[in-house]
């Protein structure tokens, strides 16, 4: 058994889970408060230009060291992010455009504004000087001196791969314990109820837009600041769609969202590992197909043949009782 | 309900005048800018358009080397600033043709492409622009329909492919891998697979090293099958980590910007790698540096200078091959502490029988 393989296969999965649970938790909040919210790749890409800039900056220029350099540029990514989302928030929410054209608008804007940005920045347009800050990784007692090569799937582990995966816990309160969650939730299933009761829609959908583009901000930022080191026009790679797709099969449930988040981590990481891919059944199998594997489980999920899958009710829809403009 | 309407128009507007403002290439940043405003004497005759790939200006490696000679040809009075332009591709490259195209529409006497993926979209083009030279670095397009592109070499005389003997460098450095580790095994990270331009640099990079070491073993990883493998560094680190675990001792990239995982890789294994196109030594960070043995330097800044020189001249016409002995590679000599001078003496003789024809390097894997 290739012990060492399936390490770093785990440890490149912890990599993608990371990006992928971050910026699914994003679109998590703005779904369940009744906004579809295509345009997580966007968010993420803006995520990486400023994310990459906070890192540097905060690091170098204010010289602010370690580990709150790092932090603070998590922090920028984070806030671009919002920032970016409040674009979204303003434009289905105040003026109820269709949230699937805004999300479309979102992806298409980023790549032009990361260049905008990009220049601003770093005075280039496509990429960061290489080998930027980033938070240093953590040794875990007992996960990083595992037996058999499995300490590999731990080592040089980043902070935010552990703060990622506990997020679970005060988003899963939030959402299901806390009033806030409630109201959040009740906007996205049955707006027009939660307005009876004296919920302000808007508010809430407003909240729930601009935290998805805090969390698909943070994501991108560490993609870009943590994994990278430096800022590269395209460095998503499209993993904002597969959070998407994510976020789908787990039916909105944040508990969920972190296996499948994790599941679509791992198969990316699989075609990496030659031992893996010698290894009994994937040998036989074209790496492409694997590849594939989690766009071809989303689709069975979504097509009703595993579980059910059931978005909130009244996502996508224009709400017009609001009365808030 | 009132006037959210027009709101909303108002909005969409706003947006796509942002879009399309954002979306718009900026354009001439590089040749415009820092250039010390009137270059003493320059030729007014010719215009030079030049279309970037993926990466564009900055990325320290294929586009900036164009972007040198460019600048070279600048400052030696063959083209005048003012007379060039230059545009970049976005992330995926889709707008590759429509640049091009842009640059031929607005008239420049000679169109650079600068990457093989240009080759399809010249190839197409170049009929309509038959008073506008084409020059593509790397390129493929006069193979015309063997190659399963529009026309063929007869109908396109305005087009010149500039290549390199990638392998002739590649070899260079596989016998400074296997000098420097005297070890039995090292590896090899190729980009895209499957055009037979990265298997030139494998080839010769296994040549390089079995001509020291006949036993070596070279493991070879490629990371996709399209030019985003070319962009996607997670994919070169987690690819290389697992080469250096395999027991490679030294690491050679060709695959773009996702060499920067492979320098990744080698800091976290505290191994050695080689570099590609440009002398990646001296825009690694601090803690890469002493780990970059040497670069596998292709001059595309040559090609680009020549070609800018044969349209002022009128000599421009048909394809063009670079190797050692034409000055189109070269290996890089920035890390001594680990490229010793009794490695570079030996790798200049075999440059030397190299170009003297004693050594014949094969440009494709055995």
């Known amino acids: 058994m290739p012990f060492t393989d399936i390490a770093v ?26 906004i579809v919210n295509i345009g997580l790749e ?29 932090i603070l540029g998590l922090v920028a990514g984070a806030a671009f992010g919002a920032a970016f989302a409040g674009v979204h928030a303003v434009a289905t929410i105040t003026f109820r455009v269709d949230h699937i054209v805004s999300g ?40 990083s001196s595992l037996p058999g090569g499995l300490d590999r799937a731990f080592e040089n582990l980043s902070p935010v791969v552990i703060i990622a995966a506990l997020m679970v816990f005060p988003v899963w309160y939030a959402l299901n314990r806390l009033r806030w969650g409630l109201r959040l939730r009740a906007c996205g299933e049955n707006p027009e109820a939660a307005r009876s009761l004296g919920v302000n829609v808007s508010t809430y959908r407003y909240q729930g837009v601009l935290l998805s583009g805090a969390f698909a901000g943070m994501s991108g930022g560490y993609l870009a600041a943590d994994v990278i080191g430096n800022w590269r026009e395209g460095q998503t790679l499209g993993l ?12 909105w449930n944040p508990v969920r969202l972190l296996f499948f988040a994790w599941l679509f981590g791992f198969a990316v990481a699989i075609p990496l590992r030659q031992g893996l891919t010698d290894f009994w059944l994937i040998r036989d199998v074209p790496e492409q197909f694997i590849r594939m594997i989690p766009y071809i489980v989303t689709i069975v999920a979504i097509a009703g043949f595993v579980g059910r899958v059931r978005p909130p009710a009244a996502a996508g829809r224009a709400y017009e009782g609001a009365g808030g403009t | 309900m009132g006037s959210w309407r027009t709101r ?44 970037f790939d993926i990466g564009g200006l900055g990325d320290r490696s294929f586009n900036d080397a164009a972007d040198a000679g460019l600048q070279q040809a600048i400052e030696d009075g063959l083209v005048c600033e003012e007379n060039t332009e230059t545009n970049e591709a976005n992330s995926t490259g889709s707008d590759r043709d429509q640049n091009v195209q842009a640059l031929a529409d607005a008239g420049f006497n000679l169109v650079i492409g600068v990457g093989f993926a240009f080759s399809p979209g010249i190839n197409t083009i170049a009929p309509d622009y038959p008073d506008v030279n084409f020059m593509i670095v790397d390129g493929f397009a006069t193979c015309g329909t063997a190659c399963g592109l529009t026309n063929d070499a007869e109908a396109i005389a305005n087009v010149a492919d500039f290549t390199f003997k990638e392998h002739e460098g590649s070899f260079l450095v596989g016998a400074a891998a296997a000098l420097k580790c005297e070890c039995d095994t090292i590896g090899f990270l190729g980009g895209q697979q499957g055009t037979g ?56 990239h060709a695959a773009g910007a996702s060499g920067a995982g492979l320098f990744n890789a080698a800091v976290d294994a505290d191994k050695l790698a080689i570099g590609v196109d ?11 540096q002493p780990l970059i043995l040497t670069s596998m330097l292709k001059r595309v800044d040559t090609a680009v200078y020549t070609a800018i020189q044969q349209t002022g001249d009128d000599s421009f016409g048909g394809s063009l091959v670079f190797g050692l002995a ?18 570079q003496e030996q790798l200049d003789e075999f440059k030397q029988q190299i170009i003297d024809g004693e050594i014949t390097v094969p440009d494709a894997p055995a």
């Open chain 1, 9 to 34: 296969a785990l440890q490149i999965s912890f990599t993608y889970f990371t990006v992928i649970y971050l910026t699914g938790l994003g679109g998590l909040f703005s779904e369940r408060s009744g």
């Open chain 1, 42 to 70: 966007g968010l993420m890409i803006v995520g990486t230009v400023s994310g990459a800039w906070g890192a540097r900056y905060f690091t170098d220029t204010l010289d602010l060291g370690q580990p709150w350099g790092p």
């Open chain 1, 104 to 143: 479309v608008v979102l992806n298409l804007v980023a790549v032009g504004l990361a260049r905008f940005l990009s220049q601003a920045f770093f005075g280039q347009s496509t990429q960061s000087d290489p080998g930027g800050p980033h938070l240093t990784p953590l040794a875990i007692p007992g996960l």
């Open chain 1, 240 to 251: 904002g769609f597969i959070a998407l797709a994510a976020l789908i099969l787990s039916n």
């Open chain 2, 8 to 51: 909303l128009l108002v909005l969409v507007a706003l947006l796509s005048v942002v879009a399309a403002a954002c979306g718009d290439d900026d354009g001439d940043t590089g040749a415009g800018g820092d250039g010390d405003g009137a270059a003493a004497e320059c030729n007014q005759d010719i215009t030079v358009g030049m279309a």
């Open chain 2, 197 to 252: 331009l990265i298997e030139r640099f494998q080839a010769g990079y296994e040549a390089g090293a079995q001509a020291i070491n006949p036993d070596i073993n070279v493991l070879v990883d490629y990371i996709g099958d399209d030019t985003t493998a070319f962009n996607d560094p997670v994919r070169g680190e987690a690819l290389s980590t697992s080469m250096y675990d395999d027991g490679a001792e030294i690491i050679y």
């Open chain 2, 278 to 288: 440009s002398d990646q030594y001296l825009t690694a960070s601090p803690e890469q």
């Open chain 2, 326 to 343: 034409e000055d189109g590679l070269d290996y890089a000599k920035s890390n001594p502490d680990e490229l010793t001078s009794d490695i």
